[in-house]
């Protein structure tokens, strides 16, 4: 009897030794998979440390003005953006109030229109231009505004009046009629030419061999219209959160310089949205350039 034994209880050792190889070996496929799941997105602090989404929410509720610099066809920053107007709020009610760069200040009138009811989408988009990933990526914003009685401040300048001052200087503003430069902040307005971003559109402009300044000037003049947009809707208490491409509100620049001329004392919050291949460690050239940085990965989709 143990001569049959001897070799089945060697059979089942065998068995089992080969068991726990397969074990292990599928264990450490499972975690070299979990590895290299992709992560869709890491914030970090000015100074590159890794912080969650919960602590950028915690910073900015104290903040009179938040600016989400995004990258326009980015989706997993215009779904930031919506977490965070949903965030402030909450706590703010009727005291909160949003503005982006992507509505122009003549269009305030169809926005209104849409954010009363009046309007459905298809309405605000056949009486305005809008930007070709409108339906995607702002909607959803400008919707939850409207359901939820939200002030949505077209801030930014009609693109012509940006586009005229590239093309032939603020001279050619003076020819416009009294009814159009109510689409503008009021003339002549300050530019600090010292400013690193304006001196990078100086540069730029060089670059495209067109005039450096005028181009720093049509930029300019957006950044100026927009701040002088929130100020012009800016009451006691407000607190905003205001959309725009990262370049109007990086290093604590461009709007948010324009805005601090008149409330020096605003506190402010900024976010930029970059992109990188590794999430895991802030790029050096992204350091100190907002508050905090949304890093989300080279190959994320694009929405335009």
Same mark, same amino acid.
């Given at each position: 009897? *143990?001569?049959?034994?001897?070799?089945?209880?060697? &059979?089942?050792?065998?068995?089992?030794?080969i068991?726990k &190889?397969l074990?292990?070996?599928l264990?450490?496929?499972?975690?070299?998979?979990?590895?290299?799941?992709?992560?869709a997105?890491?914030w970090?602090t000015?100074?590159?440390?890794?912080?969650?989404f919960?602590?950028?929410?915690?910073?900015?509720?104290?903040?009179d003005?938040?600016?989400?610099?995004e990258?326009? +066809? +980015?989706?997993i920053?215009?779904?930031?953006?919506?977490?965070?107007?949903?965030?402030?709020?909450s706590?703010?009610?009727?005291?909160?109030?949003?503005?982006a760069?992507m509505?122009?200040?003549?269009?305030?009138v169809?926005i209104?229109?849409?954010?009363?009811?009046e309007w459905? @989408?298809?309405?605000?988009?056949?009486s305005s231009?809008m930007?070709?990933?409108?339906?995607? +990526?702002?909607l959803?914003?400008?919707a939850?505004?409207?359901?939820?009685?939200?002030?949505y &401040?077209a801030?930014n &300048?009609?693109?012509?009046?940006?586009?005229?001052?590239?093309?032939?200087?603020l001279i050619?503003?003076?020819?416009i /009629?009294e009814?159009?430069k109510?689409w503008?902040?009021p003339?002549?307005?300050p530019?600090?030419?010292?400013?690193?971003q304006?001196?990078?559109?100086?540069?730029?402009g060089?670059?495209?061999h067109?005039?450096?300044?005028?181009?720093a000037? *049509?930029?300019a003049i957006k +950044?100026a219209?927009?701040?002088?947009?929130m100020l @012009?809707?800016?009451?006691?208490?407000?607190?905003?959160?205001?959309?725009?491409?990262?370049y109007?509100?990086?290093?604590?620049? /461009?709007i948010?310089?324009?805005?601090?001329q008149?409330?020096p004392?605003?506190?402010?919050?900024?976010?930029s949205?970059?992109?990188?291949d590794?999430l895991?460690?802030?790029e050096?050239?992204y350091?100190?350039?907002a508050?905090?940085?949304?890093?989300?990965?080279?190959g994320?989709?694009?929405?335009?």
């Open positions: 009897m *143990s001569s049959i034994l001897n070799p089945l209880c060697s &059979i089942l050792v065998a068995i089992q030794s068991m &190889i074990l292990t070996t264990l450490l496929v499972s975690v070299r998979l979990l590895a290299q799941s992709p992560q997105y890491q970090f000015a100074s590159g440390k890794p912080v969650s919960e602590k950028v929410v915690k910073t900015s509720l104290p903040a003005a938040v600016f989400f610099g990258l326009h +066809d +980015d989706p920053a215009h779904w930031m953006q919506n977490l965070l107007a949903q965030e402030l709020f706590k703010y009610g009727a005291d909160f109030k949003l503005g760069e509505f122009e200040r003549n269009q305030q169809a209104n229109r849409f954010l009363s009811g459905n @989408e298809k309405t605000l988009q056949d231009k930007w070709s990933n409108f339906s995607s +990526d702002y959803p914003l400008l939850y505004a409207r359901d939820n009685k939200i002030p &401040i801030t &300048i009609p693109r012509m009046y940006a586009s005229r001052v590239f093309k032939k200087g050619s503003l003076d020819s /009629s009814t159009e109510k503008i902040c003339l002549p307005f530019m600090d030419t010292t400013l690193s304006y001196k990078e559109l100086i540069q730029m060089k670059d495209m067109g005039n450096g300044l005028n181009f000037l *049509s930029q +950044d219209t927009m701040a002088y947009s @012009e809707n800016w009451q006691a208490g407000t607190h905003f959160l205001h959309l725009n491409g990262s109007h509100s990086d290093f604590h620049q /461009s948010v310089w324009y805005l601090q008149t409330k004392q605003a506190k402010v919050i900024t976010i949205t970059v992109t990188q590794n895991k460690k802030l050096k050239e350091l100190q350039k508050d905090f940085i949304l890093v989300v990965p080279n994320m989709t694009r929405t335009m």
